[in-house]
């Protein structure tokens, strides 16, 4: 688990419900295994993103295993407000993995939806979200498909039904691709929040009013990838989700079997004026006084902290490599 912050360590007071009654929209980037991580939700961020998910954790493997903790969860200052996603089939488990991360997040979210959304018989699905209003929590999201959907249209007017029956605030999910499809579901469900998945992969500055990924989003993409040490097909794989709608067929197939993050950058120079060599060196640059930064502040200001479920005293805590 690598936590670059200077908080106390104990769970902190802010509370992301507070999006819910700013007056518009809550604009959300959805938990997605692989991509959801630390690099993109500060790409989203830069481009009118509200509120960010990390991907799926399962928490038992979170909770047993180091390896687990180091490899799931990274965070830094910048990433707030932070919503930390578990999927947990046990109450002690998921409190426990909850406590771990309690002190780098603003929330936990327990998944219960996929692949099962919502039922055919929508009153079993109006059931379910009255009971989890009933536990306390804080908001429900709804992805508008039954579990043998894949690609359908999402069934809009069952999350309205859902908002008419819930008094808590619902987020919409499914196949919003442009800041036009957010504003368009808000008003046909009546929904207090929007997430976004793929349209995000595709267009990380939808949410900005963008209609395809500007070219200074494939920059900031580039710049925060290195800084953050993002592995190459991670790396290059969001470039092929966000450049899909801006490269002709011939250059997909040039650019998408590229092989290392030189390669890539070389590309991107030549081809769309993207400061490649001088971003790789900055980032490198930067990246090293970060570590050496961060590791002095942990020094001086980290102390171990007791976490009353589990009885641990440990603080995990790890270098970018």
């Not at 426990?96 to 009153?123: E, S």
């Not at 808590?168 to 800041?179: E, R, T, Y």
């Not at 009013?209 to 097909?233: M, N, R, S, Y």
């Not at 200001?301 to 790890?318: A, D, E, G, I, M």
Request: charged letters at 20%.
């Amino acid at each position: 688990m690598i936590c670059d912050t200077t908080d106390t360590p104990e769970c902190l007071l802010r509370d992301p419900v507070d999006l819910f009654h700013s007056g518009h929209i809550v604009k959300i980037c959805a938990p997605m295994v692989r991509y959801s991580k630390l690099a993109f939700r500060t790409l989203v961020r830069k481009y009118n993103c509200d509120l960010c998910y990390t991907p799926m954790i399962v928490a038992a493997d979170f909770v047993r295993s180091v390896k687990a903790r180091d490899s799931e969860f990274t965070t830094n200052r910048g990433d707030r407000p932070l919503i930390v996603q578990f999927a947990a089939k046990e109450a002690q488990v998921l409190s426990d993995a909850a406590c771990i991360v309690c002190p780098f997040a603003d929330g936990i979210d327990l998944n219960c939806g996929c692949p099962q959304r919502i039922h055919d018989d929508l009153k079993r699905t109006v059931d379910l979200c009255r009971k989890a209003e009933a536990t306390g929590v804080s908001w429900i999201t709804v992805h508008g498909r039954s579990v043998e959907e894949r690609h359908q249209p999402v069934h809009y007017d069952a999350i309205k039904i859902i908002k008419q029956n819930i008094s808590i605030p619902i987020v919409a999910n499914g196949d919003i691709k442009s800041l036009k499809d957010a504003e368009n579901v808000h008003h046909m469900t009546g929904a207090d929040g929007v997430m976004a998945a793929r349209g995000l992969l595709a267009n990380p500055a939808m949410f900005a009013g963008f209609d395809e990924t500007p070219l200074k989003c494939v920059q900031d993409w580039v710049d925060i990838a290195l800084e953050h040490g993002t592995p190459f097909t991670c790396f290059h794989h969001h470039l092929m989700y966000m450049m899909e709608r801006i490269t002709s067929k011939q250059e997909k197939k040039v650019f998408n079997v590229l092989s290392s993050t030189p390669a890539v950058l070389d590309y991107l120079s030549d081809h769309y004026g993207v400061d490649s060599r001088a971003t790789l060196c900055a980032g490198q640059q930067q990246l090293t006084q970060f570590q050496w930064q961060w590791c002095n502040e942990m020094l001086q200001q980290w102390q171990l902290f007791l976490c009353p479920s589990t009885r641990s005293t440990k603080v995990y805590l790890r270098l970018l490599s």
